[in-house]
């Protein structure tokens, strides 16, 4: 099964037909809720992307956190476009509650900070429930690691929420066959080294262990030379990626800086002139919404196995 259009997905009708109360797992809480949210947001643009593969727009009022880092592509800009953005980057509690949601869809790093004025506790008082990001919960409470099965998590616990259950678990069942059809193709060989390059000169901000991509890598046939740094996405030094040469650099496209950009500084300087990667002029390029947990993660890690070892 291939992944379908976000436009054709997000056509589905969001029509409840589920008992409540329902009570999920949020990182380390759970929540409860009486009936499906009515004013809902959510922050950034694959958390977004989530809502909107599930047909809930009608349940929205807006979204947060994703045009202030020039994060909308053609397909997400459709997806979006009769929803306002409340904040251009991460919203203040005055925003939110001056929307008057009753449900927000966030995550630590992905809209909230830990200590921050905007949390699950902060918001809580005016009525507004949050689900947190699985990939994120790594930032307040431990993890074994990061996996595929977190953004499953995720749009299988949106669809409680909302009461359509039913287009979650199908979208689920297609993106594990189409997990399964890619894992058929991968040759027996040993992992390739693969380096995940965000952003930044002095230092890269990198995925870790607990980060999606590792996991994305890992089902393509690779491995994180980073995967033992024990948080989710952070800076390290240049000098370990050097030490550990890898084979092939993913590159994560968003900002200001293009992805071509990217490629030619880690082309240009002498201290990365002998990486594999470099030397081999292997490259793969994946925009944010499929470096971070959302639908077009399967779709990435189809291309990403092919990059890795033809199609």
């Known amino acids: 099964m291939k992944s379908l259009p976000l436009a054709a997905l997000a056509i589905a009708s969001a029509a409840p037909a589920f008992a409540?109360?329902?009570?999920?797992?949020?990182?380390?809480?759970?929540?409860?809720?009486?009936?499906p949210p009515a004013r809902a947001a959510s922050n950034d643009v694959n958390l977004t992307e989530m809502m909107l593969v599930l047909g809930l727009t009608d349940r929205m009022v807006g979204y947060t956190g994703i045009s202030g880092w020039n994060k909308l592509d053609a397909e997400m800009r459709a997806g979006v476009a009769e929803l306002p953005e409340l904040s251009e980057r991460y919203p203040s509690r005055e925003i939110l509650v001056g929307a008057?949601?009753?449900?927000?869809?966030a995550g630590w790093n992905y809209g909230m900070r830990v200590g921050g004025e905007v949390t699950p506790e902060t918001l809580a008082p005016f009525g507004i429930a949050v689900y947190e990001l699985t990939e994120s919960c790594i930032h307040i409470m431990p993890r074994k690691g990061a996996a595929i099965e977190d953004m499953f998590t995720d749009i299988r616990n949106l669809g409680l929420i909302f009461g359509v259950s039913d287009r979650a678990e199908t979208l689920i069942a297609g993106w594990q066959d189409e997990l399964a059809e890619i894992a058929a193709t991968l040759p027996a060989r040993e992992p390739l080294r693969v380096f995940v390059y965000d952003s930044g000169e002095e230092t890269p901000f990198t995925a870790g262990r607990y980060a999606i991509p590792t996991a994305m890598i890992e089902a393509a046939g690779g491995r994180n030379i980073m995967d033992d740094v024990e948080t989710s996405w952070t800076r390290?030094?240049?000098?370990?990626?050097?030490?550990r040469n890898p084979e092939v650099?993913?590159?994560v496209n968003y900002g200001e800086v293009s992805a071509e950009q990217k490629i030619a500084f880690l082309k240009s300087n002498p201290?990365?002139?002998s990486l594999d990667a470099v030397v081999n002029d292997r490259f793969v390029v994946l925009d944010y919404v499929e470096a971070t947990p959302g639908p077009r993660n399967i779709r990435a890690i189809r291309a990403l196995a092919a990059a890795f070892h033809g199609p």
């Open 249 to 251: 650099v993913v590159i």
């Open 236 to 243: 390290v030094a240049w000098e370990p990626v050097v030490e």
């Open 271 to 273: 201290a990365f002139a």
């Open 100 to 105: 008057d949601l009753d449900f927000w869809f």
């Open 20 to 35: 409540y109360p329902v009570t999920v797992q949020s990182c380390d809480r759970e929540i409860t809720f009486d009936a």
